[in-house]
């Protein structure tokens, strides 16, 4: 047996990894002790100014990531405690908020959705309908992510377990491969899907998992409650327009040279034919998928809370055998997103009590001054965006500016359900700026048929026309809605 020497040299790669964690701890750490360091400002207590530097501290640890996104918040909920920012019990009450909980909860139904096999039994019957063509076929698969982020909040599930897959595969039956080949039509679907699923995330309350913080920030920042019936109403005729639109765009930008995948439509039959005829557990995945949809679209008329809903459908996946304790208990990223969402409800929450959020907005709406309303929520709504290159995370990056943004909004003179709207939907649709900006983004760009250059030429047109889109039928939309 090898056994290894204390006394040998720790490997150049290992040294570097340890340098990068060194100097991003160093990151974290200056965030925080450079708000100390500044001067309490008058009218905020000592108290709420060193809450703010764990906050700040935690939100860059998001971002660097020295230790993962959930631990770092751990450690930032911990220091609220430890340092008698807060009392133990309000530094720990974000993970009895409702909301969190509906976010654990769809993370598991989403686990049923992957383990019966439905996700991609519904990927197939649409690539089976319009699947062709290669444009139909890249909307095939467009269309289940649509249909599954309405149920599954992880965008990096629906993608990575069940589109990229999929679409990696049609790919290869036409010969097309990273290299010379991409352009065939493994380019096409790569940036086509990605840029759909950035659209998608925006559509519904769970179209990706930091949309319910984004709810949970409009409502203690400005009175606007977003349910997930509100979310997806006033996303549905800007969304859909949106997909349409991006689908067309690319299917301009970056043209596949094979435009008729018949091919593609008989690999979706024979795949339906050796899944056989539902099983029992896929009709009850389906049965409970129809359920939690329902009765979260109709909240209005019945009043159960959507996170009762969400635990009403695990518990009949658990008594029907869909869902075991064991695959609740090993589904390592709703644990994860439920130990960073809920503490940064906790911090985002206390942080809004300090009036520190309200000092910085009028602080900053000096910049507006004498501005019609429209034009400082035009310009900061931009800035917003495009602040995205500096961000890998939608989570780090609503976190840290939703909030400010909102209230500078707000003293603008912009209506509240506009303003919270059009951040919220924002906060998604910027992502499609970069490869990095959300999960699905390294797994779609990871594959190698695309050159960073043309994502990013890609992402920078297509956000200008998703913008456009937005900011024109958004707003007349939510007027009819009567939200502003």
């Keep these: 047996m090898t056994t290894l020497d204390p006394n040998t040299p720790a490997s150049p790669e290992g040294q570097t990894t340890s340098r990068t964690r060194v100097v991003r701890w160093g990151f974290v750490l200056s965030a925080g002790l450079g708000i100390v360091a500044i001067p309490v400002p008058a009218g905020i207590t000592a108290q709420s100014w060193y809450l703010l530097a764990v906050f700040v501290a935690t939100v860059v640890g998001l971002t660097v990531q020295p230790l993962p996104g959930g631990a770092m918040v751990l450690l930032g909920v911990a220091a609220t405690a430890l340092l008698r920012l807060l009392p133990v019990d309000r530094a720990l009450a974000g993970y009895g908020d409702p909301i969190v909980w509906l976010v654990l909860a769809a993370f598991f139904m989403s686990r049923g959705m992957l383990k019966t096999g439905l996700g991609r039994r519904i990927a197939f019957l649409f690539i089976r309908a319009i699947g062709k063509r290669s444009l139909g076929l890249g909307y095939a698969l467009a269309l289940t992510e649509f249909v599954l982020a309405s149920f599954i909040p992880s965008n990096a599930a629906r993608s990575g377990g069940i589109i990229f897959p999929i679409a990696r595969s049609l790919a290869e039956a036409y010969d097309s491969r990273p290299g010379p080949s991409a352009e065939r039509l493994g380019a096409f679907l790569m940036v086509f899907l990605y840029q759909c699923c950035v659209v998608t995330c925006a559509v519904f309350l769970t179209g990706q ?276």
């Excluded at 997930?228 to 859909?240: H, L, N």
């Excluded at 506009?418 to 939907?425: G, I």
């Excluded at 699905?440 to 695309?450: E, R």
Aim: glycine residues 10%; proline residues 4%; aromatic residues 14%.
């Design 209 to 484: 998992a930091s949309n319910a913080l984004i709810a949970s920030l409009a409502a203690q920042t400005a009175g606007v409650q977003i349910t997930y019936s509100r979310w997806f109403v006033g996303a549905v005729v800007p969304g859909v327009a949106g997909l349409l639109v991006v689908g067309l765009l690319i299917y301009y930008l970056s043209p596949p040279e094979v435009r008729h995948t018949p091919r593609a439509a008989e690999i979706a039959r024979e795949e339906i034919a050796r899944m056989g005829p539902m099983v029992r557990g896929e009709k009850l995945m389906l049965a409970v998928f129809g359920l939690v949809a329902a009765l979260w679209m109709t909240t209005a008329l019945h009043h159960i809370h959507y996170a009762a809903v969400a635990l009403l459908g695990i518990g009949v996946l658990l008594l029907s055998g869909v869902l075991t304790w064991e695959d609740v208990c090993s589904e390592r990223a709703a644990w994860d997103v439920f130990i960073w969402y809920g503490g940064l409800v906790l911090l985002a929450g206390a942080l809004s009590e300090t009036g520190i959020t309200r000092r910085f907005a009028e602080s900053s709406a000096a910049f507006t001054t004498g501005w019609p309303w429209w034009a400082a929520f035009g310009v900061l709504l931009l800035v917003y965006f495009y602040a995205h290159y500096g961000f890998a995370s939608i989570t780090a990056h609503a976190t840290a500016m939703y909030v400010p943004f909102l209230a500078v909004m707000l003293v603008a003179g912009a209506p509240p359900g506009l303003a919270a709207l059009a951040l919220a939907y924002s906060s998604n649709l910027m992502a499609s700026v970069t490869h990095y900006g959300t999960t699905p983004g390294p797994i779609y760009f990871g594959a190698g048929y695309v050159s960073q250059a043309k994502w990013w030429k890609v992402g920078l047109i297509v956000s200008i026309a998703s913008l456009l889109v937005w900011m024109s039928l958004g707003p007349l939309w939510w007027r009819l809605l009567g939200v502003w």
